[in-house]
T-cell receptor, first 115, second 112 residues
Framework: AQSVTQPDIHITVSEGASLELRCNYS??????LFWYVQSPGQGLQLLLK??????LVQGIKGFEAEFKRSQSSFNLRKPSVHWSDAAEYFC?????????????FGAGTRLAVHP | EPEVTQTPSHQVTQMGQEVILRCVPI?????FYWYRQILGQKVEFLVS????????KSEIFDDQFSVERPDGSNFTLKIRSTKLEDSAMYFC??????????FGPGTRLTVL
């Protein structure tokens, strides 16, 4: 069955430090991969997506992610975190063969940023 | 920039009551979805809708749930008889084609 694992429930970093949020997926083929961010009380905003091609994708707000097929991973990175990046980050995978765009989300990683 | 909108932002209802959550997808999108997020849990797919019919639904989406696109702009989720466990944030999303989905800000449903 398809699944997404985000091993880190909660991460705390200092402002200006680098960040890597982990995401692993389980799927028989290469799916579309997404990272969404959710600020408190807000909806889901798309940070970046991978469909095909270059395995390093750039997103908004200075984020990037790298698709590694051999590791079934799609980790999110940012070289220098800002206090405003504190939020919850969700990795998602989809669509699936025979499906109509259903996304499967990981459990999320809550990011706290220390000044 | 076009966006998905949802109303109301917060709905409080008594157990057993019917609720209708409303969404206005992005105008040129063809695929519509509902997801929910119980507090502290992951976002879960409920249903997808294309060409005026349900294209896929999860096991959560039982007979108490229904969706409708009553006109050219709105997309609604109805829960016929709410239960305490229906309390969650409900997100509407839309997409042009397979792939990127745009999410609305959500409706927080509280069932008392």
């Amino acid at each position: 069955a398809q699944s997404v694992t985000q091993p880190d429930i909660h991460i705390t970093v200092s402002e200006g430090a680098s960040l890597e949020l982990r995401c692993n997926y389980s799927y028989g083929a290469t799916p579309y991969l997404f990272w969404y961010v959710q600020s408190p009380g807000q909806g889901l905003q798309l940070l970046l997506k991978y469909f095909s091609g270059d395995t390093l994708v750039q997103g908004i707000k200075g984020f990037e992610a790298e698709f590694k097929r051999s590791q079934s991973s799609f980790n999110l990175r940012k070289p220098s975190v800002h206090w405003s990046d504190a939020a919850e980050y969700f990795c998602a995978v989809g669509p699936f063969s025979g499906g109509y765009n259903k996304l499967i989300f990981g459990a999320g990683t809550r990011l706290a940023v220390h000044p | 920039e076009p966006e998905v909108t949802q109303t109301p932002s917060h709905q409080v209802t008594q157990m057993g009551q019917e609720v209708i959550l409303r969404c206005v997808p992005i105008s040129n999108h063809l695929y519509f979805y509902w997801y929910r997020q119980i507090l502290g849990q992951k976002v879960e797919f409920l249903v997808s809708f294309y060409n005026n019919e349900i294209s896929e639904k999860s096991e959560i989406f039982d007979d108490q749930f229904s969706v409708e696109r009553p006109d050219g702009s709105n997309f609604t989720l109805k829960i016929r008889s709410t239960k305490l466990e229906d309390s969650a944030m409900y997100f509407c999303a839309s997409s042009v084609r397979q792939g990127e989905q745009f999410f609305g800000p959500g409706t927080r449903l509280t069932v008392l």
